[in-house]
């Protein structure tokens, strides 16, 4: 069994809340615009971090991070994005890989709005940490943690915090 932690949008904001949240999971991922390469060498000094570059990232980050990132967790194909949509709406630029090799989680931020969506017709979760970062139009900061044991995606929880 793994324990994730997951938020997006940052735009180069951390503080000890979310590091709080963060503290009991295995690894960190980050669903981009992470705004600061030091959001990210805040995070690893806690844990592991897997990450994309979302759409304001500089190079520093797109040069150590890529755009869509793919990986197996326990049983569970993962797929991450900056820019992904969500069902009934994938973005263009990630639909065809989704439609021809479905991940069984697909992860993306941007919206800054929270979203866990089931994907009945393709049979994938779809997560959408929202913002944690102070930037945008969000009234709340949110990130999430779960769990994946083996095939199993399971006891998310949400952090809220008020901006």
Same mark, same amino acid.
Do not use: C
């Given at each position: 069994?793994?324990?994730?932690?997951?938020?997006?949008?940052?735009?180069?904001?951390?503080?000890?809340?979310?590091?709080?949240?963060?503290?009991? $999971?295995?690894?960190?991922?980050?669903? /981009?615009?992470? +705004?600061?390469?030091?959001?990210?060498? *805040?995070? %690893?000094? &806690? @844990?592991?971090?897997?990450?994309?570059?979302?759409?304001?990232?500089?190079?520093?980050?797109?040069?150590?991070?890529?755009?869509?990132?793919?990986?197996?967790?326990?049983?569970?194909? $993962?797929?991450?994005?900056?820019?992904? /949509?969500?069902? +009934?709406?994938?973005?263009?630029?990630? *639909?065809? %890989?989704? &439609? @021809?090799?479905?991940?069984?989680?697909?992860?993306?931020?941007?919206?800054?709005?929270?979203?866990?969506?089931?994907?009945?017709?393709?049979?994938?979760?779809?997560?959408?940490?929202?913002?944690?970062?102070?930037?945008?139009?969000?009234?709340?900061?949110?990130?999430?943690?779960?769990?994946?044991?083996?095939?199993?995606?399971?006891?998310?929880?949400?952090?809220?915090?008020?901006?």
């Amino acid at each position: 069994m793994k324990k994730i932690g997951l938020f997006s949008d940052t735009h180069g904001y951390i503080d000890d809340k979310l590091l709080d949240f963060f503290k009991e $999971v295995d690894e960190v991922w980050h669903a /981009g615009d992470i +705004g600061d390469i030091s959001v990210i060498e *805040k995070t %690893e000094m &806690l @844990k592991p971090v897997r990450a994309v570059f979302g759409n304001i990232d500089g190079q520093d980050v797109r040069i150590r991070y890529p755009e869509n990132n793919r990986f197996k967790v326990e049983d569970v194909d $993962v797929f991450i994005t900056h820019i992904g /949509g969500y069902p +009934g709406r994938y973005d263009k630029r990630v *639909k065809s %890989e989704i &439609l @021809k090799e479905t991940p069984d989680l697909f992860i993306s931020g941007h919206s800054h709005i929270l979203k866990v969506i089931y994907d009945n017709k393709l049979n994938l979760l779809h997560i959408n940490p929202g913002a944690y970062g102070k930037s945008g139009f969000h009234k709340v900061r949110t990130a999430v943690r779960f769990e994946i044991d083996g095939k199993n995606i399971k006891s998310l929880e949400v952090l809220e915090v008020k901006r």
